[in-house]
């Protein structure tokens, strides 16, 4: 079996900058989004549909960003890791041709105690923008570590 | 026959919408089970490189099976856009708040996992509309944040997600 990085939660460093992530999503990565979620909102196929509703083409959908939030984690935590906390709010809009952008930090580690098994966390924030540096989708991930 | 699902909003008044709040629905359910095929789809749509979603050794002994890409949490439930029978596809309690908005976009997101998600792990979901705001103006449009919290659960009744979302729901700003 192939072995992979695991990430020890002593060697967690708070704060810690993550490698920034840049990912342009063409029309193609755009119609994923309904063939892979099963969302068929028109908005994220159709670019007729999302002009006529104040957008300039076809636009990424939640599922999507958050993907991209997690994927910068985990790239940086290993696969002895996952996410089990995560809020984003969504200020803005990736269309068509855009690129994501994410920049992440460490920003705590906690061991916590109160459940059946202690449970080794760290928490991140992680923003995401656009090509033009506007600020789309800031978030906080909470990544438990295996022990 | 079904039509195929529709994105056909429930359309009523600001106080037809406060009458679903406290509402919880019956447990709705994944036509399937969570597959290999949709969780490398999903990792290859974000490209996502993490071997818990494409090596099946590695995430047997790591995980117990292939992980569920939390992101894709509310795709599981999503009921396909067509299905061989008379009833139409019941999407998600959030669209069907009557409401006077033509369309919608997401507003925020938080959810936890207190466990994970493996491929075979047949979900259902419980939904309930927790709150709907007084209408409010912003720069798409006019129309109410309406937020929901929903309950995912696996087939033995273990609690795997719970899901606070909310989104606008709104008449764009400029028409055509």
Same mark, same amino acid.
């Not at chain 1, 990424?60 to 996952?82: E, K, L, Q």
């Not at chain 2, 036509?31 to 290859?44: D, E, K, L, P």
């Given at each position: 079996?192939?072995?992979?990085?695991?990430?020890?939660?002593?060697?967690?460093?708070?704060?810690?900058?993550?490698? !920034?992530?840049?990912?342009?999503?063409?029309?193609?990565?755009?119609?994923?989004?309904?063939?892979?979620?099963?969302?068929?909102?028109?908005?994220?196929?159709?670019?007729?549909?999302?002009?006529?509703?104040?957008?300039?083409?076809?636009?990424?959908?939640?599922?999507?960003?958050?993907?991209?939030?997690?994927?910068?984690?985990?790239?940086?935590?290993?696969?002895?890791?996952?996410?089990?906390?995560?809020?984003?709010?969504?200020?803005?809009?990736?269309?068509?041709?855009?690129?994501?952008?994410?920049?992440?930090?460490?920003?705590?580690?906690?061991?916590?105690?109160?459940? !059946?098994?202690?449970?080794?966390?760290?928490?991140?924030?992680?923003?995401?923008?656009?090509?033009? !540096?506007?600020?789309?989708?800031?978030? !906080?991930?909470?990544?438990?570590?295996?022990? | 026959?079904?039509?195929?699902?529709?994105?056909?909003?429930?359309?009523?008044?600001?106080?037809?919408?406060?009458?679903?709040?406290?509402?919880?629905?019956?447990?709705?359910?994944?036509?399937?089970?969570?597959?290999?095929?949709?969780?490398?789809?999903?990792?290859?749509?974000?490209?996502?490189?993490?071997?818990?979603?494409?090596?099946?050794?590695?995430?047997?002994?790591?995980?117990?099976?292939?992980?569920?890409?939390?992101?894709?949490?509310?795709?599981?439930?999503?009921?396909?856009?067509?299905?061989?029978?008379?009833?139409?596809?019941?999407?998600?309690?959030?669209?069907?708040?009557?409401?006077?908005?033509?369309?919608?976009?997401?507003?925020?997101?938080?959810?936890?996992?207190?466990?994970?998600?493996?491929?075979?792990?047949?979900?259902?979901?419980?939904?309930?509309?927790?709150?709907?705001?007084?209408?409010?103006?912003?720069?798409?449009?006019?129309?109410?944040?309406?937020?929901?919290?929903?309950?995912?659960?696996?087939?033995?009744?273990?609690?795997?997600?719970?899901?606070?979302?909310?989104?606008?729901?709104?008449?764009?700003?400029?028409?055509?």
């Amino acid at each position: 079996m192939k072995t992979y990085r695991r990430l020890a939660w002593e060697d967690v460093t708070v704060p810690t900058e993550l490698t !920034e992530v840049v990912d342009t999503v063409d029309y193609q990565r755009v119609v994923m989004n309904p063939g892979a979620t099963w969302d068929y909102f028109p908005g994220h196929f159709d670019p007729e549909y999302a002009q006529r509703h104040g957008h300039p083409t076809i636009f990424v959908n939640t599922m999507h960003i958050a993907g991209f939030v997690d994927r910068i984690a985990t790239d940086w935590s290993g696969p002895y890791s996952r996410v089990v906390r995560r809020k984003v709010s969504l200020l803005g809009s990736f269309y068509a041709g855009d690129s994501m952008v994410g920049r992440g930090r460490v920003v705590d580690k906690r061991l916590e105690t109160s459940g !059946e098994n202690p449970r080794h966390l760290v928490d991140l924030e992680i923003a995401v923008f656009n090509q033009r !540096e506007e600020l789309c989708c800031p978030a !906080e991930l909470t990544i438990e570590l295996s022990p | 026959m079904s039509e195929g699902i529709r994105y056909e909003f429930a359309f009523g008044t600001y106080d037809d919408a406060l009458r679903m709040v406290g509402v919880r629905t019956a447990p709705r359910y994944a036509g399937t089970a969570v597959s290999g095929a949709r969780i490398q789809h999903f990792a290859s749509m974000v490209r996502d490189p993490n071997p818990s979603y494409w090596d099946a050794d590695f995430a047997r002994q790591a995980w117990g099976g292939l992980i569920a890409p939390p992101a894709l949490l509310m795709g599981w439930v999503i009921p396909p856009p067509w299905l061989p029978s008379d009833e139409p596809p019941t999407p998600s309690i959030a669209i069907r708040v009557p409401l006077p908005g033509t369309t919608f976009i997401n507003a925020s997101n938080d959810v936890e996992f207190p466990t994970t998600i493996l491929e075979g792990d047949r979900l259902h979901v419980i939904e309930e509309v927790v709150s709907v705001s007084p209408e409010k103006k912003t720069r798409l449009g006019t129309g109410h944040f309406v937020e929901t919290c929903d309950e995912f659960h696996r087939a033995d009744g273990t609690l795997v997600a719970i899901n606070r979302n909310t989104l606008f729901r709104f008449t764009p700003a400029v028409q055509p």
